[in-house]
């Protein structure tokens, strides 16, 4: 697995982060973690990194996100869910199934 881009910007925009999980939990979503919301900038904001980003743009862009979209795709990436039917999955069919 490729190393994201701006991975090496993570711990210079730390405070902007707890800042917007600050601002996350002002709408109840203190369930949120900074992991989480990174996650969803690495992959729903900044699919197509870009080599000369600049920090003030990765501020920017961790300041826009909007509760409504990071709950969307954490409900979508929930849906996904293991496969059932494949053999990673497998093992927790059988656990469910047990009950």
């Known amino acids: 697995m490729t190393v994201h881009l701006y991975e090496k910007y993570r711990e210079d ?3 902007v ?4 999980l600050d601002e996350f939990k ?7 973690s900074e992991d989480d919301l990174w996650n969803f900038l690495l ?3 900044w699919r197509k990194p870009r080599e000369d980003v600049h920090i003030y743009e990765i501020v920017r862009d961790i300041l ?8 969307s795709f954490q409900t979508v990436e929930h849906l996904k869910g293991p496969d059932w ?5 497998a093992g ?3 656990e469910l199934l047990k009950k």
């Open 43 to 45: 992959t729903k904001k």
């Open 64 to 71: 826009n996100v909007k509760v409504s979209d990071f709950i």
């Open 92 to 94: 927790e069919l059988e």
């Open 13 to 15: 925009v730390a405070v």
């Open 26 to 32: 002002v709408f109840d979503y203190d369930q949120v």
């Open 85 to 89: 039917f494949s053999n990673e999955g």
């Open 17 to 20: 982060l707890s800042s917007k």
